[in-house]
């Protein structure tokens, strides 16, 4: 029987529901440790799931495995990629696994709910004169005549490009960034990665060169007083992974029409390039802060398509 609920806003979960997906949020925060990227996103994936179940009559707690099998379909029929769908499931996986530990509840309706299979492609890789035009692209010839509010803006995006390339560092991790975690002296940048994990990564001279003259020239144009962000925009508010990510695919977008250029195709191709270059791939590992080096191997697989590639079109007989 359904259960009598009082009048809710449309997508307004009833309490005790929401109650129930922020102490899994928390766990995750506060005892896995999970970045509040990772924890964002299983919070959508389950606030999805129980307001399905709340509109079945059911919830979180009394969830059958044909009804998670249901919650799937739909999603499907909502036209969901196969990642985001087989990332749910990994999602719902990890609830239940926790309720059930928690004794929350006492058994795991997810258990027989199998993943859809997702194509592993491999990364987008720029070469490395694209990837350098890119970086560079902020920055025309003209660069000194523009005013100075624009020309801060150029000054920010060449800087934020030259780290993403220059050290494949995550969108998200240059977002984070504050002004104590550059070392502009020893050419090292402290980024806070997965897993609430702290690296050291190196800049490259351009990326230096690069934040030293954002430092200089723009940010003092951008910055409210006294804050310790990094990069902003163009309202003084925190550059985010969002503004990011749209700033990279504009100049992508011009410098190399038709092709799909993120943040993250600069992350690929820093990691295919050094090891292209013949870097070992635990310092790759390292650098890229995986906690796999089998994450890493993706690359490998990138630079050797990349070597046939290369014979095919130089070799006479190939």
Known sequence: MTPTRGPRLDGELPP?????????????QLERRLSQHTVEAYRRDLRQLALFLDRLGSSL?????????????????????????????????????WAVAEGRIAEDPSVLLGRPK?????????????????AEAPMPPDENL??????????????????????GLRVGEVASLTLDRIDLQRCR???????????????????TDALGEYLREARPLMAPPGSAQLFFNRKKNPFSSRDMRSMV???????????????????????????????DIRAVQELLGHASVATTQRYTHVSRSRLFEAYERSHPRA
């Open 16 to 28: 005790p529901q929401a109650a129930f997906v922020e102490a899994f949020a928390d766990h995750l």
């Open 189 to 207: 940048v402290r980024v806070h990665g997965k897993g609430d994990k702290e690296r050291e990564v190196p800049m490259s001279d351009f990326a």
């Open 61 to 97: 707690s009394e969830a059958t495995y044909p009804m998670l099998r249901r919650f799937l379909a739909q999603q499907h029929t909502l036209g969901y990629a196969r990642a985001s769908i087989a990332r749910r499931v990994g999602a719902v996986h990890t609830f239940y696994r």
């Open 249 to 279: 695919g504009r100049y992508g977008g011009t410098l190399l029409p038709g092709r799909r250029v993120t943040p993250h195709t600069l992350r690929h191709s820093f990691a295919t390039h050094l090891l292209e270059g013949g870097a």
């Open 146 to 167: 523009r005013p100075p509010r624009e020309r801060a803006i150029q000054l920010r995006d060449r800087a934020v490009l030259e780290l993403l390339y220059g050290s």
């Open 118 to 134: 997702v194509v592993n492609r491999l990364p987008a890789v720029l070469r490395t004169g694209e990837a350098a035009a890119l």
